[in-house]
């Protein structure tokens, strides 16, 4: 009979990526306010380096259960929703790129292709999965599905800045193409179909990630703030509003990982109100950058809070019911 340890292993979820995916956007974001906010200090670089080594105990934990445990690992590959986390992993290496543009172009280019390909061959493969599927359902369906091909939208922030600019542009059609097509099934599934389970609601946060990285890659690929920008930029502001509306909502249900879902998206708004205050000088927002990198901090101590009482309490890498 397999000991506890084991059984661990063999549960540990590929759905712990949105841990690392929270703490590296987390570092992002402090990166991105020592300028934008002026901070006296610098503080980004404790949780970058310690994200990195959490980054190697995964890949590490990860390849024992994929040789230990490789039916568990196809299993959850050939999951309608846990799929959508493998693609992180790409999001992480692109992030990792934008982070170390100021710092070390050449290791930030390294960085940025590693993401590039993996990114799109995540996109490709996961494609190729939905379209000859034969066992998802429309109650499959929730935001985490913008993760794999939505995703594409982060390829031009480092990309544009290292000369790539039509691969970018490549990245950034397809992203916003299928943004709007997932958005529009999304909310058709959220409206009319069956609420989403307590463990997905979390995932509700997702949808305002999509327009604001891609408003940060936009401005990256085009230098300014134009109509198209401005209709992304506000978008992203009318979903964190309604989003956040529901904060009653989310009070109410148990601890999961998906917890994390509450992280990057937040992160992403955040950068890119940053941007907005680089670009225009506007108080209005500086004010927002100031309250949502504090709001980002509240998050990110919460969910790490309870993430670490799970884990001292065996609440999660269990068997799932």
Request: glycine share 4%.
């Amino acid at each position: 009979m397999p000991s506890p340890e084991q059984n661990r292993l063999k549960n540990f979820p590929v759905n712990f990526l949105a841990v690392l995916l929270g703490l590296m956007g987390y570092s992002l974001a402090l990166q991105k306010a020592e300028h934008a906010l002026h901070f006296p200090v610098s503080i980004y670089s404790p949780f970058l380096y310690f994200t990195l080594f959490l980054f190697a105990v995964f890949i590490l934990i990860y390849l024992l259960k994929c040789i230990k445990y490789p039916q568990e690992v196809r299993n959850e590959f050939n999951h309608p929703i846990k799929i959508n986390f493998y693609p992180i992993l790409a999001k992480l290496f692109l992030i990792l790129g934008i982070i170390y543009l100021p710092l070390n172009m050449q290791l930030s280019k390294y960085f940025w292709i590693t993401g590039a390909l993996l990114q799109l061959f995540f996109s490709v493969v996961i494609m190729y999965i939905w379209i000859r599927h034969t066992k998802f359902e429309i109650h499959h369906l929730n935001p985490a599905w913008f993760i794999p091909i939505v995703g594409n939208v982060l390829v031009p922030i480092a990309g544009s800045q290292h000369g790539f600019i039509e691969i970018s542009w490549f990245f950034f059609s397809i992203g916003i193409v299928m943004w709007i097509t997932l958005f529009t099934i999304v909310f058709n599934r959220i409206i009319f179909h069956n609420p989403l389970p307590n463990k997905l609601l979390p995932t509700f946060f997702i949808l305002f990630a999509p327009p604001a990285i891609a408003f940060i890659a936009y401005v990256n690929l085009t230098g300014a703030i134009d109509p198209f920008a401005r209709v992304l930029y506000y978008t992203a502001f009318f979903l964190f509003i309604i989003v956040f509306s529901q904060a009653g909502l989310y009070s109410k249900i148990q601890f999961y990982i998906s917890w994390w879902a509450y992280t990057f998206p937040t992160v992403a708004f955040t950068v890119a109100t940053m941007l907005m205050l680089h670009k225009t000088g506007f108080l209005f927002f500086r004010m927002a950058s100031y309250c949502l990198i504090t709001l980002l901090t509240l998050i990110m101590i919460y969910v790490t809070y309870r993430t670490l009482k799970a884990i001292k309490h065996i609440e999660i890498c269990i068997e799932e019911e």
